[in-house]
């Protein structure tokens, strides 16, 4: 009876100690600011309005690029050439009635162009009104991202299809302790995008300040980040 008494007071003594000692606990891990982030898009588009000539790109629910930098040539009253000022002497060729896209080298305003490429399938045509002489038009990508180096801070390159639409003079970049803002040139006063590494979501700012407080936002739909 007493070496009975005497187990279980040892082993009500080794329970007590065991549930007193604190619990190790990890230190949170440091985060580091990679020098490289990638937004991919998905939905990004081309719009054009036959009647009105209006051109613009969508990336990320903004455009990037004035609509000034894209031209529009009616070849045919279903087949139009897309050029933007960045694409020399390269451009898109759409076909609405046939409902495909492709790309050719030349000058977009005279000639069909040359060096065709094949149909690419990835990219949708979709078309307002009459295929054969429709109001407007609107191309899809699956190819659309941007290249941010935290380093240099700059946004090195915005590709759409396979195009870069902007320089890195047309952006300011802020890069704080865990995100990153971007500015397009021509985007309204304190609209921008912050980039936080941590949630893995971007924001557009629609009042606020780069790398300080923001007033107004919305998460933004259809975009990856990639860092390194």
Request: hydrophobic share 35%.
């Amino acid at each position: 009876m007493k070496k009975i008494t005497i187990f279980l007071l040892v082993t009500f003594l080794l329970l007590s100690s065991g549930f007193s000692q604190k619990r190790a606990v990890r230190p949170a891990p440091i985060f580091v600011m990679p020098s490289q982030i990638t937004l991919e898009f998905t939905g990004a588009y081309l719009y054009h309005n036959v009647t009105t000539g209006s051109t613009y790109e969508s990336m990320g629910n903004m455009s990037i690029t004035p609509k000034s930098k894209w031209g529009v040539f009616r070849w045919k009253s279903y087949l139009y050439h897309v050029h933007h000022e960045y694409m020399g002497r390269h451009f898109w060729k759409v076909n609405t009635s046939g409902q495909f896209f492709l790309t050719a080298d030349g000058n977009y305003l005279v000639g069909g162009g040359n060096n065709y490429s094949p149909i690419d399938k990835k990219v949708r045509v979709i078309v307002n009104g009459d295929p054969h002489s429709p109001k407007s038009f609107k191309l899809i990508f699956k190819k659309a991202y941007f290249s941010i180096n935290t380093k240099t801070k700059k946004v090195m390159k915005t590709v759409l299809y396979d195009t870069n639409l902007t320089t890195p003079e047309e952006w300011k970049v802020c890069v704080g302790k865990r995100t990153v803002d971007i500015k397009s040139k021509y985007w309204p006063a304190n609209h921008f995008w912050r980039i936080n590494l941590i949630d893995k979501r971007v924001l557009m700012v629609k009042r606020g300040y780069m790398c300080e407080k923001i007033f107004d936002s919305y998460p933004l739909k259809g975009i990856k980040i990639f860092a390194r």
